[in-house]
Every structure is written in C-alpha cells, then in structure tokens.
C-alpha cells in the first residue's frame, strides 16, 4: 500500500475510535441511571483520538499518553489557531483516569458531563475542519 494511503487509513481509524467514543457517551448519558464517570471517561478519549488523527495525518510522531495538553500542543504547533481550543481541551484529561478507579474524590454532575460532551464534540469537530473529506468517518 503506497505511504499516502497507509497515512490516510490510519488517520480515519483514529477518527472512527473518537466517533465510537462520542456515541458511547450519548448511550452512557441516556442510559437508565447515567454513567457519568464512564461518559466523561470517553469525553477525554475522544478528543484525545481526534488529537492523535490530526497528528496521523501530518506524519507527526506522537507519544502514547493521555494529556491532552501535550498532544494538543503538538497539533497548535502545526495549527496555531488551535491553541485556544487545546488549553481548554485540557480540562478533560483528567477524566482519563479520575473515575477508572475506586476512590473517586466526588461523584459527577449531568451538568459538568454535558460540558465535557460538548467540549469532546468541538474538539472532534474543530479537527475534522481541518482535514480533507476523505477522513471523516
């Protein structure tokens, strides 16, 4: 497969996990009770995919971590007019692991998930404007 087609196929596959991370929180957020923790868990991943899809299809190599602030840095570096979005991006990465485990310093608001929901959507959105059709899932 020639090096352009191996780039966009691993680019759409990020963008198709962060998509499948955006509709598993509408079932967690319409499920009866909620899953909050586990709704803002895929919240954090999502934009971290769509982070990662990005830097994919610019042949940016990236560490496997989950700080959004790093790995959206890496995308203002290469998309200045990203930087905004990625400072407040920032605020989800700590859903990457404050609920996963037992202990959990306070219980989660429907309010502050449906912020991280929307925030984890621009995130998505704001990429996917970025890039050629032929990506989005």
Do not use: N
Not at 46 to 54: C, H, L, M, R
Not at 85 to 95: E, G, P
Not at 111 to 136: F, G, K, S
């Amino acid at each position: 497969m020639p090096p352009d087609l191996v780039r966009v196929e691993d680019a759409k596959a990020w963008f198709a996990k962060a998509s499948q991370d955006l509709r598993r929180v509408e079932i967690l957020l319409a499920a009866s009770p909620p899953d909050f923790e586990d709704a803002l868990f895929h919240c954090q991943q999502a934009a971290e995919k769509a982070f990662k899809g990005f830097l994919t299809w610019h042949d940016m190599v990236f560490r496997r971590i989950h700080e959004l602030d790093l790995i959206g840095g890496q995308c203002a570096d290469l998309d200045p007019t990203l930087a905004g979005l990625v400072d407040r991006a920032d605020a989800l990465t700590k859903f990457a692991w404050r609920f996963r485990y037992p202990g959990a310093p306070y219980q989660p608001s429907p309010e502050q998930t449906r912020q991280a929901h929307a925030l984890a959507r621009e995130v998505y959105d704001a990429i996917l404007r970025r890039l050629p059709p032929e990506l989005h899932p």
